[in-house]
């Protein structure tokens, strides 16, 4: 513990938000937990006896958030280096590369992220061959904004030998999927040095403290990072400060995922692909792809998985977006209870990453399992709506069943808010927005529940029920924020006008309504140590 999470700390003069007094305006901070929350008029009685008193100015006060789904170094390689999630058409990616590629004559890999040429007028990426003109001939990686598909110049594809006979490669066609983009991932990643790692995961980390993110779960595999990149992230957040940093590990091998220091054999542990790459698993074909996905994992292998970890004390979790790949974890899960008592496997807490497309069947199996549902509602916000990209894929029926948060709720699934950056950016506040007024209106929840979902649900999924909010004996992961008049949101309009009465004795959250500005972190705070203080405030 550090000299500065020794100190004692009394913030008042502004909203904290807690359950503990929904009208608190002052807290206490001690060794590096939360000591007291309460009244102005109360903390009179410490403020001679702390080390320093915060001046909030009105400010608010929430629990920290937690981003439940973060690939930690792609998402630093995405903030410092080739990002395309904006180009807004294949001449301007075109554009976006070139300028790069001359900018970093000496790198020995070019790395970067985020094309979606579903949004672009030409409406196809770009070939290998133009990809080799505007890199010289340089390695280039280039991935989706689903991260489930690549393009690549042809001096990466010589660095990975047997790359044409693997699965996902089709000669002269881009992108790669599967086991190919796999390969090629690998010995992209494999050209970084230990330096240009850390520093990316040192941005990544950096960035969301400045965002009031106090903990990333992240979440590596041999399929989707390296050993070297997972445990060299874990011994950073260990040893500077900043959020700290939960590790799973997408490994059937789950002594592996162990001895790598990881909570679980869990994450990206790909039952299924992605919906905008056309490999997310489905029972009935895509509406604009001949075929319906790509299976990774059947529910017998779920099922052993599930088994294996139970008994080994350790999480199990899988990526499953198609309906197909839910049904095989929901039905592999529920093997696992039948073998091991129903008792066993929700305990464990056991995750399932994305859950977009849901059964009524599938919801009422994760809330019987006990199984996480760790979402992503930006996925909606980019991809939803009549004319986005799942109407394309899916035709527009079945992309409006798509991320019902509410049915989830109403079930009782157990949500953790995340956003898989860097296919959606680290933006808690923005996240909620997307929950809130979610494109299809049945799916949304209510600010307050987003907001659970995102700090309290978090933790729960790591299994800590006593941290996420802000009461006496809970973590000091904490956030200020400069923000509007505070209300009691929900989804409806006929709730909320009155919710808002402050008797209801819920303590408020912003008003998320879209155009209204999101609020501003201008002090991240986690286990009493201040990771990040705005400039000139």
């Known amino acids: 513990m550090s000299a500065n999470e020794h100190r004692t700390v009394l913030l008042r003069g502004g909203e ?14 001690e060794r590096g937990h939360v000591a007291w929350v309460g009244s102005e008029g109360a903390a009179d009685a410490f403020a001679s006896g702390v080390d320093e008193v915060v001046d909030l100015d009105g400010a608010l006060v929430t629990p920290a958030f937690v981003d439940a789904h973060v690939h930690t170094t792609a998402t630093g390689l995405a903030l410092t280096g080739l990002d395309l999630s904006s180009a807004a058409s294949l001449a301007e990616a075109a554009d976006r590369i070139r300028s790069y590629a001359a900018a970093r004559p000496a790198d020995r890999i070019l790395i970067g992220h985020g094309w979606d040429a579903s949004r672009w007028p030409e409406r196809r990426p770009l070939t290998r061959a133009e990809l080799d003109g505007l890199t010289g001939g340089r390695p280039l990686y280039l991935t989706r904004i689903d991260v489930h598909s690549c393009v690549v110049t042809t001096a990466l594809l010589d660095l990975v030998p047997g790359i044409r006979d693997l699965d996902g490669f089709h000669d002269g066609q881009q992108p790669l999927t599967g086991d190919a983009h796999h390969a090629v991932r690998a010995a992209a990643y494999a050209e970084l040095s230990p330096q240009q790692r850390a520093e990316a995961q040192r941005a990544a980390r950096n960035h969301a ?5 106090g903990t990333l ?16 992230l874990l011994d950073l957040a260990r040893s500077e400060p900043g959020p700290r940093v939960v590790g799973y590990w997408a490994d059937l091998d789950i002594e592996r995922a162990r001895a790598l ?17 056309h490999t997310a698993c489905l029972h009935e074909q895509y509406a604009d792809h001949a075929g319906s996905g790509t299976a990774h994992l059947d529910a017998a292998a779920v099922a052993a998985h599930v088994v294996a970890c139970t008994e080994a004390g350790l999480q199990a979790g899988f990526h499953a977006i198609g309906d197909a790949a839910v049904d095989a974890v929901v039905e592999g899960s529920r093997a696992a209870a039948d073998k091991l008592g129903l008792a066993r496997i929700r305990a464990a807490r056991h995750r399932v990453e994305h859950a977009e497309m849901l059964s009524p069947e599938a919801i009422a199996g994760f809330a019987e399992l006990g199984l996480t549902a760790s979402v992503q509602p930006a996925f909606d916000a980019y991809w939803g709506g009549d004319e986005g990209m799942y109407a394309d894929r899916l035709g527009v029926e079945r992309a409006r069943a798509l991320n019902p948060y509410a049915a989830l709720l109403r079930a009782g699934v157990p949500l953790a808010f995340g956003s898989d950056s860097p296919v959606t950016p680290l933006d808690p506040w923005g996240t909620l927005r997307a929950a809130a007024f979610h494109r299809t209106p049945e799916h949304r929840v209510s ?20 941290a996420g909010t802000l009461v006496p004996g809970a973590p000091a992961d904490y956030a200020v924020w400069r923000t509007g008049e505070l209300l009691v949101q929900a989804p409806d309009d006929r709730v909320a006008r009155w919710s808002t009465d402050p008797r209801s004795g819920t303590p408020g959250l912003p008003d998320l309504t879209p155009g209204n500005d999101l609020p501003v972190c201008l002090r991240t705070v986690v286990s009493g140590q201040t990771v990040f203080v705005r400039p000139n405030e």
């Open 447 to 466: 600010v307050r529940a987003a907001f659970t979902a995102h700090t309290r649900g978090g933790w729960r999924a790591v299994g800590r029920d006593d």
């Open 261 to 277: 220091g990881a909570l679980g054999a869990a994450g990206d542990l790909f039952a299924d692909g992605s919906l905008g790459s």
């Open 217 to 232: 779960h992240e979440c590596g595999g041999p399929e989707i990072s390296s050993e070297d990149d997972f445990t060299g």
């Open 209 to 213: 403290a400045s965002l009031g993110i």
């Open 16 to 29: 904290v938000h807690s359950p503990a007094d929904p009208f608190a305006t002052a807290m206490v901070v």
